[in-house]
């Protein structure tokens, strides 16, 4: 990748519905070039997919929460596609530290949410877990 496509992704990060022409606009390149660039990026699979990004407090009924899990021996990698199967959580990221990842898991009730965190600390290889629940912006 290089300056363009990292620009390329920046604007998509904002502005995700973007034209093809608004793109080459802001980029100072043709459309065809953004077309290619974008075809390239998914085909790559650099660029996995587009989401919508809500405004905080729009969805204001979901209980939204950060799990911290700690990973027994070399099973990270069961357990990060045990985990990517779930579709309560909606990111998971690495980290350091006592923990290994942090789950980042929204629901729609207090039932959902109990049961996800049956489901996550039952998997093979989650050695322990800690969860904090998200309440408002600070």
Wanted: aromatic fraction near 2%; proline fraction near 1%.
């Amino acid at each position: 990748m290089d300056d363009l496509d990292h620009r390329l992704i920046a604007l998509l990060r904002t502005d995700g519905r973007a034209s093809l022409s608004e793109l080459a606009k802001r980029l100072g390149v043709s459309r065809g070039t953004v077309q290619n660039r974008l075809d390239r990026l998914i085909d790559a699979e650099i660029i996995l997919g587009f989401t919508v990004r809500l405004k905080s407090g729009a969805q204001s009924d979901r209980i939204r929460a950060i799990m911290m899990i700690e990973v027994a021996g070399k099973s990270t990698r069961k357990v990060v596609q045990a985990l990517r199967g779930l579709p309560e959580i909606h990111a998971l990221h690495s980290t350091n530290g006592a923990y290994d990842l942090i789950a980042e898991i929204e629901v729609g009730n207090l039932a959902e949410f109990d049961r996800v965190l049956s489901s996550v600390r039952s998997i093979e290889g989650v050695a322990r877990s800690e969860t904090s629940l998200l309440l408002a912006p600070a």
